[in-house]
């Protein structure tokens, strides 16, 4: 495969409706080496793979988007320390829908403060994580979460702490009443009737809000 020389470009670069960067093997710098040539950016479809990003860089590559899928990508402020996910989710606040897949190790994925992120998520209408990390406590977000009268409607893929993950879908399913829009909260083996359950009571309660 032949390597783009951005520096080569002798014309100026116009974006427009979706971006998708995907790097093979070790975290590239694809996107964020093409920002110097872009003249117009209109993206309002962005899929960024496997991208090392700094923070002011994801933050340009945010604006005016409405849906954002992020694969495995490591965000960085400046200084280097990792971005936190509230920090990072707050740039896409006028999107409809955002999915985010860190990876383990990845700091991106822990959350400084579960009311915050929730508030950040306020504008969205769907927010999707995939293979969280130990870091973020799902049933400590269930807890934060129904005091907060959301209405994101939040996906959730994690495999750790399976029995209190269990936990908390069973008071999902129990509960008749919400204040909220409750998660769909997926993990390794589901019981696919209670996910299909969770899904159905999810779309009934986002529907309110419509």
Request: charged fraction near 25%; include cysteine.
């Amino acid at each position: 495969m032949e390597k783009l020389d951005t520096d080569k470009l002798l014309c100026d670069i116009w974006l427009s409706n979706k971006l998708y960067v995907s790097t093979h093997g070790n975290l590239g710098r694809i996107a964020s080496n093409f920002i110097p040539k872009i003249s117009r950016y209109n993206v309002v479809n962005l899929q960024l793979c496997n991208e090392l990003l700094y923070f002011d860089e994801l933050k340009f590559f945010s604006k005016g988007v409405k849906e954002c899928s992020l694969h495995w990508n490591l965000v960085k402020y400046s200084n280097g320390e990792e971005v936190p996910l509230e920090n990072i989710i707050r740039l896409f606040t006028n999107s409809k829908r955002v999915f985010m897949n860190f990876s383990y190790q990845s700091k991106n994925a822990a959350c400084r403060s579960y009311d915050d992120f929730i508030d950040a998520c306020g504008t969205i209408q769907n927010v999707s994580f995939h293979l969280i990390p130990n870091d973020f406590d799902v049933p400590e977000f269930y807890q934060h979460l129904k005091k907060s009268k959301n209405r994101c409607s939040f996906s959730i893929h994690s495999g750790s702490h399976i029995s209190r993950l269990r936990e908390v879908i069973d008071e999902i399913l129990q509960t008749e009443n919400f204040e909220f829009v409750p998660p769909v909260i997926d993990y390794i083996e589901p019981d696919q009737q209670k996910l299909q359950r969770m899904r159905k009571i999810q779309e009934t309660e986002s529907s309110k809000y419509r």
